[in-house]
């Protein structure tokens, strides 16, 4: 069939054979031509022909243009025919077919004449008078060969411009199909810049007002489209869009309502296709808004705003197509430039609905379409006019930052930076002050923003060995990359604290306004997190967690200017966020090293003008640093001197002048103090010329030492301490050739400094030493320039040059500053563990000097008499554990006479009602008798010992009971005095203290406080009252022994009842071992005297049991005053003393129980004999011996058993046994025994060698032998037998001696030595 279409076989034999193509079908054009050209042939036999043809022309494109070509007369009839066939046919699937197949056939022949041809053809056409309508295929025929040829509209408006005005025509025909090709076509002829030029009067003159009616007016789809093409054509051009918007009816900067009238002006036509339901009308509405706007927003904005647009822009983004919500994104975006858009509210009416499209298209894969929408929310929250809120409920607000935490938690880094700005735009007071504000959930939103740029890893700096070419290129390429994303990862760190930065800029202003200070909506018995108080501290804390470590991570691959710049900015607002924490903040920071980061920032970017506004930040970040520690300083200085001085108002006034200079001059000179650290110790050296006062010189010194003074008070020492100590060194010497005087702040850092640093370095010579003590005496208070630092302090005692000065004054404010109460804590419980205090790094620094140099010390007792009795006490603790902790030092005699002087000037300024009150008196008396301690042997005393005792004697008798704290270190004294003295001495001693009949009397009252307690009535006494009730006892008990030694005068005798002593040891009550001791000291010296002595009133009253007794037996009259049954409950009280295995209380009952039997052996040997005869005795010792640790050479056993020989006992010590003790005597090392062991043993052996009688020869040689092998007894061992005094190594303030470790290598400790 197809053959004999396109070779027909009635006109085929006619035609030339070179126009027949053997094509599969074979084709002869001829045919073709004549057939279409055949008006008798039917319409359906010609459109079938088109239609073969138009594929064979697809297909076989070449050979069908090459036969074509070889004639142009055929060629230019055919086009022609085809042409005619557009005028003569009605039918419309023909006429496409035709218009195809024309268009085909001249945009492949490829020549400008059959292009002319064509528009001279159709030229022809349109000027015939027929109908417009039948003008449609040459219109339609136009549009297409425009679309498909390039040139063919610049060659239709240069060569046929005649044409145009016949498109006016069609514009102007009823028919909307016509409109719609017109419009076409005219598009077309506008996309060309040639067409546009040459139209554009045409445009202006004839088709504006037309065009714009034909747009209003469109009712077909076709048309809308086609209008809206070449409006968009037209937009591209700012000429035709101004002339648009000009004939709207519309100025650019008209805001009157009343200007919208005009005749289909271009903001109502296009708010009509907004207001289709059409998508493709709604999207190229909104496209061609933003093609207007995007010439001059603030030019053209006014219209569209008046018009209302925004407002139906913001309903479509409740669609869901993309492109159309991408397309009301752009427009909106340009609308924000106009501040019309904002004022006339349309903001506020479509947040709700940018919101809500936010978080939809969150949930799609579009990441343009999230960007630009975030981008137009940003723009939104940055132009939002303060006093317009755009949030205007609590709701809204939260779900915007609910959106926001899911853009920042988006996995692309794109959305995520987009939404990071957003959050920084978002936090604005006006944008959240809907009570309540949403604390809380900003919070989450800062967390989510600083770890989402944390998760972010910083690309590894990547170094490739040489090698060849490719791996070069390759090494490029990567590091090409790894700059890329480091400098996206810095421009999202720089939002992110652009963002930081404005949440602490929002804390800041909060705190200005009562109503965001907490939820008003809370009840007021609950706690709640959503206060600006935890959001404060939630930045403060999340900024030393996470934001500071992010910035440093960031800075140690590059370092941004721009970043640092809002870093450092938000840290200086940070200052103001928690003021409570500002003194934390700045010491953090500056430990951290942020005063050398600071520094190296201004050098390496703000030198000269570069960088203002990070010059700016750095300067006032120094600034409040500075000023935040400085001000820490002097109200710690202030807290501190509170009520010390009645000249501190003044003190005080002058630090405030001093502050508000220092002020001043770190205001002024921080912006321009740009040097590098190595720059600025140089600066340090220079010296200003002769003659000239370089004002700017010396303020920049000054401020470059105070940031080095502040750095290294938070030890971020970043300059080497030898460096810094010779250039402070040079500073002072040119201070010192220019006699200047740098102010009292600015020297107090030069001093802190040289000290800090003088370890490291050489010893100052004489010039600086002469500058430093020159400008020292000019300041009138040294208080101004003094810092607390043990260095500070070693510093000023190490040089003589300064200690004879100045010594006291700072040794003075030393004390003033310094706590010592945790010395005191730690001196009293050395005292219950027996060893050595541990004591602050401030009392060790002054400690150790003080053992390198200790003419200090009478500077310290000059501070007692002269200084406030808070630093006297302090004096006088730091004494006492340099007393305690340094036995070595020979200061005995410097201090002996310096307490008496100290002593009585106390005791004068003392009555007797505030002896208690007076702190120092227990504390001078407690020194007094360690340095008394210090003399181990025993000397004379002289003139000051005698005064010393006099006056600690008489005080005593001032005291009531309840002065623990006094009493404790006098009878320690007293006790101390009676006993280490010559016997030249000591009888004058016994005098004195028995002279004191107020001293006697309070002994008499201490020992009856005995017989009272424990009473369940009364409340228990405390460790001190403890410890002095076993000083009494012990103290008169020496009393009573060298009372009967030297047969003393005695002034007031002392009464105590014997029924209540024994019963003090027989029942005991949970008396402490120590009372034990004492009272069992005095009971073996009153058996010893017979129960007869001048100092000592025994009363002996019947009890209640004696009376029940039948009368006094012989027995009871031999031991009078004491009974049989006394004897035996005391011996057995005693017996189970021992078995306690106290080693103390075991020597004292040992003693106790020599003298006892040596009484009742010398009044009644029978009972002397009945009680050593007694079985208990050898199950004591069995008792005393086991355990695995004792043996019998124990000094308490060795006396024991040497007891039980004496008395004749072979029930308790047998033969085997004494064997047994001298085999291991024998067996030991005799000369390594300790000193009371060896002569125990001595005594044990001489003991059994006088029963001779009853021992072996071998026994008696044994005995012998080791007789010759013990070591001879010694003058110490002889010296003061009847002393025993536990609390000799142990003084304490508090006089707390209830619970003393006693060790043998701590107390000397002599009993029962017989004479």
């Not at 022809?124 to 309508?133: D, V």
């Not at 502050?659 to 205001?667: K, R």
């Not at 064997?1219 to 000193?1235: C, D, G, R």
Request: glycine fraction near 4%; proline fraction near 4%.
């Amino acid at each position: 069939m197809e053959a004999s279409l396109l070779v027909c076989e009635r006109l085929h034999p006619r035609h030339d054979p070179r126009w027949l193509l053997q094509l599969q079908p074979p084709l002869c054009l001829a045919c073709v031509i004549e057939v279409l050209g055949d008006g008798g042939a039917s319409l359906v036999r010609r459109k079938h022909v088109l239609s073969c043809f138009r594929d064979i022309l697809a297909w076989h494109v070449v050979p069908v243009i090459q036969l074509l070509a070889q004639d142009e007369r055929v060629c230019v009839h055919f086009i022609g025919t085809l042409f005619g066939m557009l005028h003569t046919v009605e039918d419309n699937s023909a006429l496409d077919l035709s218009i195809e197949v024309l268009v085909m056939l001249v945009m492949e022949l490829k020549s400008e004449q059959y292009i002319h041809y064509v528009l001279d053809e159709s030229q022809k056409e349109l000027y015939k008078p027929a109908t417009m309508r039948g003008s449609l295929p040459t219109f339609i025929l136009l549009g297409k060969l425009a679309d498909a040829i390039p040139v063919f509209a610049d060659m239709l408006v240069i060569a046929h411009g005649n044409l145009v005005d016949h498109l006016l025509t069609g514009l102007m025909y009823p028919n909307e199909g016509v409109k719609a090709s017109v419009c076409y076509l005219y598009g077309k002829l506008y996309s060309s810049s040639i067409g546009a030029e040459k139209l554009s009067v045409h445009f202006t003159e004839k088709l504006c007002g037309l065009f714009l009616a034909t747009l209003g007016n469109a009712q077909t789809k076709e048309l809308q489209a086609n209008c809206m093409g070449l409006l968009k054509e037209l937009l591209k051009s700012g000429h035709f869009v101004s002339v648009i918007m000009s004939s709207s009816g519309r100025e650019a900067d008209s805001e009157s309502a009343n200007l919208l009238e005009g005749e289909n002006p271009l903001p109502l036509v296009l708010k009509k296709l907004l207001l289709s339901r059409d998508e493709t009308l709604q999207v190229a509405s909104t496209q061609c808004m933003a093609a207007v706007l995007v010439h001059s927003p603030v030019k053209y904005a006014p219209a569209f705003i008046h018009a209302d647009i925004p407002e139906f822009l913001f309903d479509c983004l409740s669609c869901t197509s993309e492109i159309l919500i991408w397309s009301v994104y752009c427009c909106l975006l340009l609308l924000t430039e106009e501040w019309l858009f904002f004022s006339k509210c349309h903001t506020v009416y479509g947040i709700e609905s940018l919101v809500r499209s936010l978080r939809e298209i969150l949930l799609l894969n579009n990441v343009e379409l999230h960007k630009q929408g975030l981008l137009l929310f940003t723009e939104i929250l940055k132009r939002q006019p303060g006093e317009i809120k755009l949030f205007t409920n609590h709701a809204m607000c939260k779900n915007a930052i609910s959106v926001l935490m899911e853009a920042v938690n988006c996995p692309v880094l794109e959305v995520a930076a987009e939404a990071v700005k957003a959050v920084a735009a978002l936090l604005r007071k006006d944008h959240l002050s809907s009570p309540p504000m949403p604390y809380e959930e900003l919070q989450t939103l800062m967390e989510a923003m600083l770890k989402r740029c944390a998760d972010l890893s910083l690309p590894r700096s990547s170094r490739r060995p040489a090698g060849d070419l490719f791996s070069v290129a390759q090494s490029h390429s990567g590091n090409r990359n790894q700059t890329r994303a480091l400098l996206r990862q810095g421009q999202f760190l720089l939002s992110t604290l652009d963002g930081f930065r404005n949440a602490c800029r929002l804390a800041v202003e909060c705190q200005s306004d009562p109503s965001a200070q907490e939820n008003a909506f809370t009840a007021p018995s609950s706690e709640s997190e959503n206060t600006l108080s935890s959001f404060s501290a939630f930045l403060l804390r999340i900024c030393d967690h996470l934001c500071i470590p992010l910035v440093m991570k960031h800075s140690g691959q590059t370092v941004s200017p721009t970043l640092m710049e809002v870093f450092i900015s938000t840290l200086n607002t940070l200052f103001t966020v928690v003021p409570s924490m500002c003194e934390k903040f700045s010491r953090k920071l500056v430990s951290s090293s942020f005063i050398r980061l600071t520094l190296e920032l201004k050098a390496k970017f703000c030198s000269g003008q570069s960088n203002p506004d990070l010059n700016q930040a750095c300067s006032c970040f120094l600034y409040n640093v500075c000023l935040s520690l400085h001000s820490t300083a002097e109200k710690m200085k202030k807290s501190s001197q509170e009520g010390k001085f009645s000249f501190l108002p003044a003190i005080l006034k002058v630090a405030s002048f001093l502050e508000q200079e220092m002020s001043e001059l770190l205001q002024r000179s921080l912006p321009q103090l740009n040097y590098s650290v190595p720059e600025g110790l140089i600066l340090l050296s220079e010296t200003a010329e002769p003659f000239c006062l370089d004002e700017a010189l010396h303020s920049h010194k000054y401020c470059f030492l105070l940031l080095l003074y502040f750095a290294y008070t938070m030890e971020d020492r970043f300059v080497p301490e030898a460096e810094l100590f010779s250039a402070i060194r040079s500073f002072l010497l040119s201070v010192q050739d220019q006699g200047d005087y740098p102010p009292p702040y600015v020297f107090r850092a030069v001093l802190y400094l040289l000290a800090i640093c003088q370890d490291k370095a050489e010893a100052l010579d004489l010039s600086p030493l002469c500058a430093i003590k020159r400008i020292v005496e000019n300041i009138s208070d040294v208080g101004s320039i003094y810092v607390h630092h043990p260095l500070l302090l070693k510093f000023f005692l190490r040089y003589s040059e300064l200690v004879g000065r100045f010594g006291h004054q700072i040794l003075q404010l030393w004390f003033s500053w310094e706590d010592c109460s945790q010395m005191e804590i730690e001196d009293a419980a050395s005292e219950l563990s027996s060893g050595l205090p541990d004591c602050p790094n401030g009392c060790n620094s002054l400690l150790h000097i003080l053992k390198g140099n200790s003419s200090i010390l009478l500077i310290l007792l000059d501070l007692v008499c002269s200084s406030s009795v808070e630093v006297a006490h302090k004096v006088l603790m730091t004494l006492k554990v340099f007393l305690k902790r340094n036995e070595d030092v020979l200061v005995c005699d410097l201090l002996r006479s310096q307490f008496l002087q100290i002593l009585q000037q106390l005791l004068v300024e003392s009555s007797s009602a505030t002896l208690q009150a007076n702190r120092n008196l227990p504390l001078l008396l407690s020194l007094i008798f360690l340095v008394q301690l210090r003399n181990e042997a025993e000397r004379e005393l002289d003139t000051t010992d005698f005064k010393l005792l006099h006056h600690v004697s008489n005080l005593c008798g001032k005291c009531r009971l309840d002065d623990a704290e006094l009493l404790q270190p006098s009878l320690n004294f007293l006790y101390w005095s009676l006993h280490q003295t010559m016997v030249c001495s000591q009888q004058r001693v016994v005098a004195v203290l028995l002279s004191s009949v107020p001293l006697l009397e309070l002994l008499q009252r201490v020992l009856d406080v005995t017989w009272t307690w424990p009473s369940p009535s009364e409340p228990a006494l405390s460790s001190s009252e403890e410890a002095l009730l076993c000083s009494a006892w012990l103290l008169t008990a020496s009393l009573l022994a060298h009372q009967h030694s030297y047969n003393s005068e005695v002034h007031q005798p002392i009464s105590l009842n014997l029924e209540k002593i024994l019963n003090v040891v027989i029942f005991r009550r949970k008396k402490p071992a120590l009372l034990l001791v004492g009272i069992l000291q005095l009971l073996r010296f009153i058996i010893r005297q017979n129960f007869s002595s001048s100092l000592l009133v025994l009363i002996v009253q019947p009890t209640a049991q004696s009376s029940l007794e039948s009368l006094p037996s012989e027995d009871n009259a031999s031991l009078y005053p004491l009974t049989v049954r006394q004897v035996l409950s005391l011996v057995i009280s005693l017996q189970n003393l021992l078995a306690q295995k106290d080693l103390l209380l075991s020597q004292t009952v040992v003693a106790c129980l020599e003298a006892l039997m040596e009484y009742l052996h010398v009044k009644n040997q029978d009972t002397a004999l009945h009680v050593a005869s007694q079985p208990w005795n050898q199950f004591l010792l069995f008792t005393l011996l086991s355990g695995g640790e004792k043996s019998f050479l124990c000094p308490e056993i060795l006396r024991l058993l040497t007891l039980f020989v004496r008395y004749q006992n072979n029930t308790v010590i047998s033969q085997s046994e004494i064997s047994q003790i001298l085999q291991e005597a024998t067996k030991a090392n005799l000369l390594e025994l300790p000193e009371n062991t060896s002569q125990a043993l001595r005594l044990f052996l001489l003991q059994v060698q006088s029963r001779c009688d009853q021992i072996e020869p071998a026994q008696a040689e044994t005995i012998q032998t080791l007789l010759e092998t013990l070591p001879p007894r010694t003058r110490t061992s002889l010296k003061n037998p009847d002393m025993m005094y536990p609390f000799a190594g142990c003084t304490s303030l508090a006089g707390d001696f209830g619970v003393v470790a006693w060790t043998p290598t701590a107390v000397s400790l002599i009993i029962g030595q017989r004479e």
